[in-house]
């Protein structure tokens, strides 16, 4: 669904002749395509008519008064002189009020071959952790922030006011909010990761990277002046998650233990060199029924969907009985008038948009199901699915999180739904009811080029009993939580909890093991950002942790700040815990806020806790959602408060980084 090969060679090499004629000192830039309010509006009443027309979800998550206002939105910028990159800033952020992963927009050709020409990327990669930007990896320019390090601004903006702001620009399926976070670092589905996709579209193209910067602990900033990188060179990086667009047949993992095995598939996309699935899965599974290998953990971590093959023959070698796939798609249109002369898709144009009304059940309510084809192969997902002899019959334990969506998802569900299956690791995202994608159309809009994928069908999960509630993914059954400190040390929890993992509630440690964790005197630094202007703030920090005195109480932290010459700040804060409640509370002063634990657990070494909780607070008047994460590994002790107004990623309040003081 990419721009011809001849379209984009005569627009590379027109972007390079202006390159040639530029002048030597002064950097080429892109020239905006201006659109005239008759050209904008024109192109947001045809974007308008065809989501209207073809897009089956298009008032599920939000309903028509939401609909209604994000085009209201759209429609006052498009009355104003408007240029290609506005529009498309535009039109991403009603994209994603509609909560569809599959609706969203691609720049255009003119867009797409400046970037291929011209160097326009962050030169690192970077995931999103505690609500904090921290760096996987560079390209190794002199001054470059090193793997580990946090970005605090970025050519002299703060990174918690870019995240927040691109974040309205991110497509994600109904309520899973915390996959914002992850797609802004990483989405194979663009050019780039969600900050690099959009960047230009709300700050324009960059020249340089001014990169502020700190390690864990530092007491002040580091900046860095650094280059661009191509999109080939930043491809080269490596990234959080899996390689940038893995194959099913690249993205595997698998090792055999005599107590368990590991599978980790990061994609089911088996399309763009589509091998036989079954063959593939059953390399692995075949050794694996033959040494009846007690524990299977299968990772799917990274996986965000992709082809119905492989997930069908990954569910027959999982699921014990006979299993549906799906419900035949419904669709809100099959005839979709003058639509076609600005859309394209793979496949068969007439039989995309003129398919055989015999070939449909029209529903009560003016919908369209597709009947199942006999012998089609692309229905499989619509018959009876039989397990395979060589199915895993052993504990499965599953490693989900919120980069699962699409196919990925609804394999979650069906695990969930049919099995005995443990999930561990984080809530995925996707939609655990069927996501609205089929065939993805794609609109040129054609006064500024831009295009704009819509799904065409609604695919349903046939579950018979789902689990969540409408925009929901799939709950995880055991939290573990990614820490920055983890992070540091590479250390992979997740895992070490799948490997030991039991049915049952997840048993928290006992209060005491927190008191012992926090207990003596500690010492670093508290990073917060500004509550006006988001910029980060960094105050030399002791801490002192003495046993609670009443009943319930876990310790009282007393704090020292240093917050400038001469000047000294004082506060103290008392901790309880009730493993009963599963509830943390913390008060100061005459103030107390608790907040429902998600995850408390010992390890991975002695003394070592994790401690999460979700809550609900006010910053400047506004209602936001709270979470706390504190964890302590050997000397160091890492506690977080990450805060979003409804809707918004969960972003980094403040956090303290401290290492124990030796008692003398």
């Known amino acids: 669904m990419r721009p011809s090969r001849l379209l984009l060679s005569l627009l590379l090499a027109g972007a390079l002749a202006g390159l040639s004629t530029a002048q030597a000192d002064e950097p080429p830039r892109y020239a905006p395509l201006p659109l005239t309010p008759a050209q904008a509006q024109a192109d947001v009443a045809l974007l308008r008519q065809a989501l209207e027309t073809i897009h089956p979800g298009l008032y599920r998550y939000s309903g028509p008064a939401g609909i209604d206002a994000a085009f209201a939105r759209l429609e006052q910028i498009a009355t104003a002189l408007a240029t290609d990159l506005t529009l498309w800033r535009a039109v991403a952020e009603m994209l994603a009020a509609i909560h569809c992963d599959h609706t969203k927009p691609e720049a255009s050709p003119a867009i797409e071959a400046w970037r291929t020409a011209h160097a326009t990327h962050l030169p690192f990669r970077f995931t999103v952790v505690e609500g904090r930007m921290i760096v996987v990896s560079n390209d190794g320019q002199p001054g470059a922030p090193p793997a580990g390090a946090e970005i605090t601004a970025l050519n ?93 047949h690249t993205g595997l993992t698998w090792r055999l233990r005599p107590r368990y095995a590991y599978l980790r598939i990061d994609t089911f996309v088996n399309y763009r060199n589509p091998v ?29 969907g992709g082809s119905d093959d492989a997930v069908l023959a990954l569910g027959s070698l999982l699921l014990a009985r006979p299993y549906t796939w799906s419900h035949p798609p419904l669709l809100k249109s099959i005839r979709y008038g003058t639509l076609p002369d600005h859309m394209e898709s793979w496949g068969d144009p007439r039989a995309l948009f003129e398919p055989p009304t015999e070939a449909f059940r029209q529903t009560a309510d ?76 794609l609109l040129t809009l054609p006064n500024s080029h831009l ?62 093991a927190l008191g012992a964790a926090l207990a003596g005197g500690w010492s670093g630094t508290l990073d917060y950002r500004d509550y006006g202007t988001d910029r980060r703030v960094v105050l030399p920090t002791q801490m002192s942790a003495t046993g609670g005195t009443s009943p319930g109480t876990v310790t009282t932290l007393a704090f020292t700040f240093d917050d400038g010459p001469g000047k000294t700040v004082q506060a103290r804060e008392t901790w309880s815990l009730d493993t009963a409640r599963r509830a943390w509370c913390l008060t100061s002063g005459e103030t107390s806020r608790c907040h429902r634990v998600v995850e408390f657990r010992a390890g991975p070494g002695p003394g070592d806790v994790t401690l999460v909780a979700d809550g609900t607070g006010e910053e400047n008047g506004e209602a936001v959602a709270s979470r706390l994460i504190l964890a302590r590994r050997g000397d160091t002790l890492s506690f977080s408060t990450l805060t979003a107004p409804p809707g918004h990623p969960l972003l980094m309040r403040h956090a303290y980084w401290l290492n124990r003081v030796p008692s003398t």
């Open 156 to 248: 002299g903006m703060p990174v918690p006011r870019i995240l927040d702001t691109l974040a309205a620009a991110v497509a994600y399926d109904g309520a899973t909010t915390p996959s914002m976070a992850t797609k802004l670092a990483d989405d194979s589905d663009l050019m780039g990761d969600d900050v690099d996709e959009y960047w230009p579209a709300y700050y324009g193209f960059p020249d340089r990277w001014q990169v502020d910067w700190k390690r864990p602990g530092d007491t002040g900033l580091s900046r860095s002046d650094l280059a661009p990188l191509t999109f080939p060179a930043w491809r080269a990086l490596a990234g959080p998650a899996a390689p940038f667009r893995t194959e099913l």
């Open 276 to 304: 036989d699935a079954p063959a593939l899965l059953s390399a692995f599974f075949k050794p694996l029924k033959a040494r009846e290998v007690p524990r299977l953990v299968l990772d799917l971590r990274n996986n965000g």
């Open 366 to 441: 003016g919908w369209w199901e597709r009947k199942p084809v006999a012998d089609d192969p692309d229905d499989d997902g619509f018959r009876r699915q039989v397990p395979s002899p060589i199915r895993y019959a052993g504990r499965l334990v599953v490693l989900a999180g919120p980069r699962n969506a699409s196919g990925a998802t609804r394999l979650l569900a069906q695990l969930k739904d049919k099995s005995d299956a443990l999930i561990v690791g984080e809530d995925s995202g996707g939609s655990a009811e069927g996501p609205t994608a089929g065939h993805i159309f």
């Open 451 to 512: 295009k704009v994928r819509i799904p065409n069908a609604w695919n349903r999960t046939d579950l018979d009993r789902p689990a969540g509630g409408p925009g929901l993914g799939v709950a995880a059954d055991l939290v573990v939580t990614p820490t920055v400190l983890d992070l540091a040390s590479g250390t992979d929890r997740a895992l070490a909890v799948a490997l030991q993992a039991e049915p049952g509630p997840d048993a928290m440690p006992d209060a005491g």
